[in-house]
């Protein structure tokens, strides 16, 4: 025994490692941890997808970047896009609204306007839907669909209604890509 170290150091010091290890044990589930309404989610999570739109050509590529990550201590889903190297770009967050017993986002974008919308899943597929405010060139809803399909590709197709008419929005299919970025200027 080292005559100048007090009786039970070694076992506080024992102590304090175990806690500490425990300690760390506890953040990294919890760092882990999702709304059971948003496991669903968990495969895109931590990823970023890049995706060229349906009508892209060499001569004038759409290209979007979209990060999809945990937020607000797994309560919500949070995703960043951005479209041509931040020509375009929105933020998303997607939570459980208990009040509602749905999955409720909010969507921000660079070009003046917003969305609300809800979710609802069916395998593999969501389908979001959700009206627009602000100016989005008479824009007043936007359904959409979302399925990641079994090549681990995310294909996403929409419709807008503009003028009280459903038309053909885009559609999307991505990759997964964790070299791309989200950009915004």
Not at 54 to 77: F, H, M, Y
Not at 151 to 169: A, C, F, M, R, V
């Amino acid at each position: 025994m080292n005559p100048t170290r007090p009786q039970g150091f070694a076992l506080r010091r024992s102590v304090f490692a175990l806690a500490a290890c425990c300690w760390g044990l506890a953040l990294a589930h919890a760092e882990d941890k999702l709304h059971p309404q948003l496991e669903k989610f968990r495969p895109l999570l931590g990823k970023t997808w890049r995706g060229e739109f349906k009508n892209s050509t060499p001569e004038k590529p759409v290209v979007d970047i979209s990060k999809w990550e945990r937020a607000l201590n797994g309560q919500a889903v949070r995703t960043l896009h951005s479209i041509n190297r931040g020509e375009y770009g929105g933020e998303t967050l997607i939570y459980w609204s208990e009040e509602n017993k749905s999955l409720v986002y909010h969507y921000f974008t660079t070009a003046n306007f917003q969305t609300t919308g809800t979710m609802t899943f069916d395998g593999t597929k969501f389908t979001s839907l959700e009206k627009v405010s602000g100016q989005a060139g008479g824009i007043t809803e936007v359904k959409a669909v979302g399925e990641l399909r079994g090549d681990g590709t995310l294909l996403i197709k929409s419709e807008y209604l503009k003028n009280g008419e459903w038309t053909p929005g885009r559609e999307t299919v991505y990759r997964e890509d964790p070299q791309a970025e989200v950009v915004f200027k």
